[in-house]
């Protein structure tokens, strides 16, 4: 009996406190509510849905989430997720749940429960692209866990043929890009390769996803030049980035951009390096919201970051430093992001090598941890955002 009493108090109790919590939200004016709102995580924004139906309104509306996902990018520095990927024949198991912190970042693994054995570079607005060459790509809020399935395009059709077919493969895998026109706010996944490499005609061939029609198509005209197709590219404001591939001995190594506005491309800058004779020394990142490029030569790995339409030298990395966890790499070292202002992330070329932090200011270099299952690393903001139709 006094069991019953003491649970019908709490209700009571917390019927009260309830209603007026709700008194009080709506004694505050709306802007000010807005503000407190922008400052919670994306986990409280989708409880605090329940409170009113203002709050649900304003939480779901298209601009409170781009103000939510500016406000966040302005308060402290981005995430890292270690994505699970998942292979055909794959056995299922998880990894060991990880969870790391460097000032204001959070690095931590998660799996989301979709297909893919590769990860877009980094993420846009919030959203990671997960895809493969044999299966539909998906595009996923890790935040949210909303997730979309987009069909597979004809280049992946293309290399599939040609596994099927047993044949000797002398291109690299295609490479998918992420990314954002800002000025439609419309996302955008672009393959874009050489058709030489698939018996097709002209330099390259451009096919961009449109969520809306939920089809594939060609941009016409594609890259006039070839690109090195053994890097993922990036995305940054607006536009995805690639290296040029050479085909001359002396010919330069160039950047080149794609406007997902204007479906335009243009050679950028060139390279801070000279002529890459091995395109498998050569990667490209995103780090401070900068472009960079990095080459390798034994014993040393160095980063340019792209400022004012100049390369400055970012940082060094010794790699006989590095040697007890990767050796002698065959490829770069792949910089994930800098986390807490002054950690840099880093990883071999594989899914499942070991990551890194390299201190830019001690100039030390400590394991984070290994793994023996397929891990992708994706920098990171969490935001509200999905993929409009």
């Not at 969870?99 to 990860?119: E, L, N, Q």
């Not at 293309?158 to 044949?167: A, Q």
């Amino acid at each position: 009996m006094l069991k019953r009493r003491d649970t019908t108090m709490l209700k009571r109790r917390d019927w009260v406190l309830k209603r007026h919590r709700s008194t009080v939200v709506e004694s505050l004016p709306d802007d000010v509510v807005e503000l407190i709102l922008e400052r919670l995580p994306v986990k409280s924004l989708l409880r605090s849905k329940s409170v009113s139906k203002k709050w649900k309104s304003t939480i779901e509306s298209p601009r409170f989430k781009q103000r939510q996902l500016i406000r966040r990018r302005q308060s402290r520095g981005p995430d890292v997720l270690f994505v699970r990927l998942s292979y055909y024949g794959d056995d299922g198991q998880d990894i060991e749940a990880r969870r790391f912190v460097f000032g204001s970042s959070v690095a931590r693994t998660v799996r989301f429960s979709v297909s893919g054995s590769s990860a877009c570079h980094g993420s846009c607005d919030g959203l990671v692209c997960i895809h493969c060459a044999y299966v539909p790509s998906v595009v996923v809020n890790p935040a949210t866990r909303w997730h979309r399935t987009f069909p597979l395009s004809s280049v992946q059709q293309l290399y599939t043929d040609m596994c099927h077919r047993s044949e000797e493969l002398s291109c690299p895998s295609p490479k998918l890009g992420f990314g954002k026109d800002k000025i439609r706010g419309t996302f955008k996944p672009v393959w874009l390769y050489n058709s030489s490499d698939y018996g097709l005609d002209n330099v390259t061939t451009c096919e961009v996803f449109d969520f809306s029609t939920n089809a594939w198509r060609y941009v016409v005209p594609a890259s006039p030049c070839r690109i090195n197709g053994f890097h993922k590219p990036v995305y940054l404001d607006g536009s995805l980035y690639w290296f040029t591939g050479c085909e001359e001995e002396e010919e330069e190594t160039k950047v080149l951009s794609f406007d997902l506005h204007t479906e335009t491309f243009q050679v950028v800058s060139k390279a801070p390096f000279p002529h890459v004779p091995n395109l498998h020394e050569v990667t490209m990142c995103i780090l401070d919201n900068r472009l960079c490029v990095s080459e390798m030569k034994w014993p040393t790995q160095v980063i340019w970051s792209f400022d004012s339409k100049t390369w400055k030298k970012l940082c060094s990395i010794d790699l006989t430093k590095t040697f007890d966890w990767f050796g002698e790499p065959m490829f770069p070292l792949l910089p994930i992001a800098i986390l807490g202002n002054d950690k840099l992330l880093l990883q071999g070329r594989d899914s499942l090598e070991t990551r890194v932090i390299h201190d830019l200011r001690t100039k030390s270099y400590d394991l984070l941890f290994r793994t023996t299952r397929p891990v992708a690393s994706v920098h990171y903001y969490e935001s509200l955002l999905s993929v409009s139709s």
